[in-house]
T-cell receptor, first 115, second 109 residues
Framework: DTAVSQTPKYLVTQMGNDKSIKCEQN?????MYWYKQDSKKFLKIMFS???????INETVPNRFSPKSPDKAHLNLHINSLELGDSAVYFC??????????????FGAGSRLTVL | GQNIDQPTEMTATEGAIVQINCTYQ??????LFWYQQHAGEAPTFLSY??LDGLEEKGRFSSFLSRSKGYSYLLLKELQMKDSASYLC??????????WGAGTKLIIKP
């Protein structure tokens, strides 16, 4: 199946721990994203990578670090987890430039719960 | 600041028509997007408008008025599976999507 796949789907962990979420897309897209969806359902962009180059880095804490080994993968590593990091994290991908490049294909989401 | 407003929740009847409104204020504008998100699932793309007017895609249509900073999503012949949240997002001058909180649509038999 052509898709954006991310793992794990659920992640429950203690404050202070370090965790990673992995994302892979087999759509041949050249741009990948990480979004955070909080309890109020707002989607907020965290990072965007185009052909392995970071092109957006919104004001997220530096505890969050994206890693893109190639254009099909964009992983998210989070250090020293805090309660406020609890959210659903979505990976997404798109192709091209301009307005049409915002037709995003999302992964199923990773629900992170920090206790 | 940049802002997207849409109703929090709407209820409609199966087989009917519903219109979900969205107003936006962004620094620059390059398009208005609609996504559908079923509970516990990923958002999926529905449509986007760049120019004023109505774009029709089967049972779903989206309208844009750039001068009014206004869009709506029109859903016809509602089906139970249309129960979902509908996210409005505007593309600003930096080609970044600014998202609304979504409108939860409840369809009743």
């Amino acid at each position: 199946d052509t898709a954006v796949s991310q793992t794990p789907k659920y992640l429950v962990t203690q404050m202070g721990n370090d965790k990673s979420i992995k994302c892979e897309q087999n759509l041949g897209h050249d741009t990948m994203y990480w979004y955070k969806q909080d309890s109020k359902k707002f989607l907020k962009i965290m990072f965007s990578y185009n052909n392995k180059e970071l092109i957006i880095n919104e004001t997220v804490p530096n505890r969050f670090s994206p890693k893109s080994p190639d254009k099909a993968h964009l992983n998210l590593h989070i250090n020293s987890l805090e309660l406020g990091d609890s959210a659903v994290y979505f990976c997404a991908s798109s192709q091209g430039t301009g307005t049409g490049a915002n037709v995003l294909t999302f992964g199923a989401g990773s629900r992170l719960t920090v206790l | 600041g940049q802002n997207i407003d849409q109703p929090t929740e709407m209820t409609a009847t199966e087989g009917a028509i519903v219109q979900i409104n969205c107003t936006y204020q962004t620094s620059g504008f390059n398009g208005l997007f609609w996504y559908q998100q079923h509970a516990g699932e990923a958002p999926t793309f529905l449509s986007y408008n760049v120019l004023d007017g109505l774009e029709e895609k089967g049972r779903f249509s989206s309208f844009l008025s750039r001068s009014k900073g206004y869009s709506y999503l029109l859903l016809k012949e509602l089906q139970m599976k249309d129960s979902a949240s509908y996210l409005c997002a505007a593309l600003d001058s930096n080609y970044q999507l600014i998202w609304g909180a979504g409108t939860k649509l409840i369809i009743k038999p």
